[in-house]
C-alpha cells in the first residue's frame, strides 16, 4: 500500500469529512477522493460509507493496522535523519510523572533540557520518531523484570532504578496504621483509575491473578498532585511509588508486601544516543559488574571437570 493513500485515509475516517481531511492535509477535496478511490481499488474493498463518512467492517480493520504501521514508518524516517544529523546540543527527554525520580532529577543537565511528560504509551513513540532524544518509562515489575513497552520500533532498553511501590490511603482509612498491607487484599476496595499517573489498575489485576481493582473514579492527565488529592479526599486508593508516596498531604503510605514487586524505571532510546543524551546515558545507566581478576579464585569447573562457561556481562535490552 502506498503510505500517502493511507494517510489521506485515516485522517478522513478521523475526521469523518473529506473536506475537512482536505483542509488538513493541504490537498483539494477531489485529490483526496481519489487518494480514496485508489486505496480502495488496490485492495479491492469499499473502504469508506459517503453519507454520512464512516468507516465499513473492512475500513475498521485497516484502521486497526494504520496507526502502527505509519508509526514504524515514521520512526524510521527519524532513525536515518538523527543518524545523519550533527548531534544537537539540547537534549529532550520524554517522562511519564512517576519515573522522575530523585536519582533522575539529580542525574538532569543545568541547562538545555526539555522535559516532556507524557502518558506511558506515548513515551517510546516519542523517542521511535525523533520527538524526544531519550525516555523514561515506568511500570510494576517483579523484581529485575523487565517492562512490557509497546511494540512500536527497534529500541535500547536499560533498568535505571527499582523501589518500593505504597498504597496512598487517606489519613482517616481503617488500614492507615498498617505496617504493611498485601495488595490481593484490596482487590474489592475503591480504587483511582490513572492509568497515565498512577500505576495502572491493569498492572494490579495482574500481579492479582487478573481480578479485581475495579475503579470508582476515573483520572486523566498526568498531574500527580491531582490524584494524591483525590486519594486524601477518599475518593479511592491509588499506587505509587515510594518517592512520590511519602509526606503528601492528607494522606499516609503504606508498603505493598505481597506479592513481592516493585516500581521499575527504565531507559528507552533508538541507536546510540549521542551529545547531551549520551553524557546523561552514561550517568544514569549503572556500569556491568566489574569481572574478578583472572587470578583471584580457582575457575569454576562442571562435574566432569571442564570449565564452567562464563556469564555475559549485563548490557541494555534491545528490543523490536
Given at each position: 500500500?502506498?503510505?500517502?493513500?493511507?494517510?489521506?485515509?485515516?485522517?478522513?475516517?478521523?475526521?469523518a469529512?473529506f473536506?475537512?481531511?482536505?483542509?488538513?492535509?493541504?490537498?483539494?477535496?477531489?485529490?483526496?477522493?481519489?487518494?480514496?478511490a485508489?486505496?480502495?481499488?488496490?485492495?479491492?474493498?469499499?473502504?469508506?460509507?459517503?453519507?454520512?463518512?464512516a468507516?465499513t467492517?473492512?475500513?475498521?480493520?485497516?484502521?486497526?493496522?494504520a496507526?502502527?504501521?505509519?508509526?514504524?514508518?515514521?520512526?524510521?524516517?527519524?532513525?536515518?535523519?538523527?543518524?545523519?544529523?550533527?548531534?544537537?546540543?539540547?537534549?529532550?527527554?520524554?517522562?511519564?510523572?512517576t519515573?522522575?525520580?530523585?536519582?533522575?532529577?539529580?542525574?538532569?543537565?543545568?541547562?538545555?533540557?526539555t522535559?516532556r511528560?507524557?502518558?506511558?504509551?506515548?513515551?517510546?513513540?516519542a523517542?521511535?520518531t525523533?520527538?524526544?532524544?531519550?525516555?523514561?518509562?515506568?511500570?510494576?515489575?517483579?523484581?529485575?523484570?523487565?517492562l512490557?513497552?509497546?511494540?512500536?520500533?527497534p529500541?535500547?532498553t536499560?533498568?535505571i532504578?527499582?523501589?518500593?511501590?505504597?498504597?496512598?490511603?487517606?489519613?482517616?482509612?481503617?488500614?492507615a496504621?498498617?505496617?504493611?498491607?498485601?495488595?490481593?487484599?484490596?482487590?474489592?476496595?475503591?480504587?483511582?483509575?490513572?492509568?497515565?499517573t498512577?500505576?495502572?489498575?491493569?498492572?494490579?489485576?495482574?500481579?492479582?491473578?487478573?481480578?479485581?481493582f475495579?475503579?470508582?473514579?476515573?483520572?486523566?492527565?498526568?498531574?500527580?498532585?491531582?490524584?494524591?488529592?483525590?486519594?486524601?479526599?477518599?475518593?479511592g486508593?491509588?499506587?505509587l511509588?515510594?518517592?512520590?508516596?511519602?509526606?503528601?498531604?492528607?494522606?499516609?503510605?503504606?508498603?505493598?508486601?505481597?506479592?513481592?514487586?516493585?516500581?521499575?524505571?527504565e531507559?528507552?532510546?533508538?541507536?546510540?544516543?549521542?551529545?547531551a543524551?549520551?553524557?546523561?546515558?552514561?550517568?544514569?545507566?549503572p556500569p556491568?559488574?566489574?569481572?574478578?581478576?583472572?587470578?583471584?579464585?580457582?575457575?569454576?569447573?562442571?562435574?566432569?571437570?571442564?570449565?564452567?562457561?562464563?556469564?555475559?556481562?549485563?548490557?541494555?535490552?534491545?528490543?523490536?
Amino acid at each position: 500500500m502506498d503510505p500517502h493513500l493511507l494517510h489521506t485515509y485515516v485522517t478522513v475516517a478521523r475526521l469523518a469529512s473529506f473536506s475537512e481531511a482536505a483542509r488538513e492535509l493541504g490537498y483539494t477535496q477531489s485529490a483526496v477522493s481519489q487518494h480514496i478511490a485508489a486505496l480502495e481499488q488496490d485492495l479491492g474493498a469499499p473502504l469508506l460509507t459517503r453519507r454520512p463518512v464512516a468507516p465499513t467492517a473492512a475500513g475498521e480493520r485497516l484502521l486497526e493496522h494504520a496507526g502502527p504501521l505509519l508509526l514504524r514508518l515514521e520512526a524510521a524516517r527519524a532513525d536515518v535523519v538523527r543518524m545523519a544529523a550533527a548531534p544537537d546540543h539540547g537534549l529532550t527527554l520524554a517522562t511519564t510523572p512517576t519515573a522522575l525520580g530523585p536519582h533522575v532529577l539529580a542525574a538532569l543537565p543545568a541547562s538545555g533540557v526539555t522535559l516532556r511528560v507524557l502518558p506511558r504509551d506515548e513515551v517510546p513513540a516519542a523517542v521511535a520518531t525523533g520527538t524526544a532524544d531519550l525516555g523514561l518509562v515506568d511500570g510494576l515489575a517483579a523484581p529485575s523484570d523487565p517492562l512490557r513497552l509497546p511494540d512500536v520500533a527497534p529500541l535500547t532498553t536499560h533498568g535505571i532504578a527499582e523501589e518500593p511501590v505504597c498504597v496512598l490511603l487517606p489519613v482517616t482509612h481503617p488500614l492507615a496504621r498498617r505496617t504493611g498491607l498485601r495488595l490481593g487484599d484490596l482487590a474489592d476496595a475503591r480504587w483511582l483509575d490513572a492509568p497515565d499517573t498512577g500505576l495502572p489498575l491493569a498492572h494490579l489485576r495482574a500481579a492479582n491473578g487478573g481480578h479485581g481493582f475495579r475503579p470508582a473514579l476515573r483520572c486523566d492527565g498526568t498531574d500527580v498532585r491531582t490524584l494524591t488529592a483525590l486519594a486524601a479526599a477518599g475518593h479511592g486508593l491509588t499506587l505509587l511509588p515510594r518517592s512520590a508516596a511519602v509526606d503528601m498531604p492528607g494522606t499516609v503510605a503504606v508498603p505493598v508486601t505481597e506479592p513481592r514487586v516493585v516500581h521499575r524505571t527504565e531507559l528507552v532510546h533508538t541507536g546510540a544516543p549521542r551529545g547531551a543524551a549520551a553524557m546523561l546515558t552514561d550517568v544514569l545507566v549503572p556500569p556491568p559488574p566489574a569481572a574478578a581478576p583472572a587470578l583471584a579464585s580457582p575457575t569454576p569447573t562442571r562435574g566432569d571437570g571442564r570449565p564452567e562457561p562464563l556469564a555475559p556481562l549485563s548490557k541494555g535490552t534491545s528490543r523490536s
